[in-house]
């Protein structure tokens, strides 16, 4: 699998933070996406380089890893660092949708591949 896949991943949070802000009708300036986006990213980043999921991005397993770094650091960072909230529903809400996008797309790409080696 290509290293660009992180892109998907990169997606996957941004349209979690921009459907965020607009669902809670706040500006949807690139400063704002930026500053609700940043605890994410870096916690991201972070499982990238745990999972060192360069070597195999597409699966599940490196998957499972980046988004649990993904959750439970972008919420602390978020806490601790960038002083915003964590309500319980904030955590529910972002640990739903970043499990759905950063899983589904490794998911679909796993079916693909199995459909690929039964096909031949």
Do not use: C
């Amino acid at each position: 699998m290509k290293k660009w896949l992180l892109s998907y991943d990169l997606v996957s949070v941004l349209v979690f933070v921009i459907a965020g802000r607009s669902n809670h009708g706040a500006e949807e300036s690139a400063t704002g996406i930026l500053h609700t986006a940043g605890p994410f990213l870096i916690a991201l980043a972070i499982g990238w380089l745990a999972a060192r999921a360069w070597q195999d991005p597409a699966s599940l397993q490196t998957g499972a890893r980046v988004l649990a770094v993904t959750v439970v650091g972008g919420l602390v960072l978020r806490r601790f660092v960038f002083d915003d909230g964590t309500q319980l529903a904030f955590l529910l809400v972002a640990a739903a949708f970043l499990t759905l996008f950063l899983m589904g797309w490794r998911l679909g790409a796993v079916v693909a591949g199995r459909r690929r080696r039964m096909a031949v």
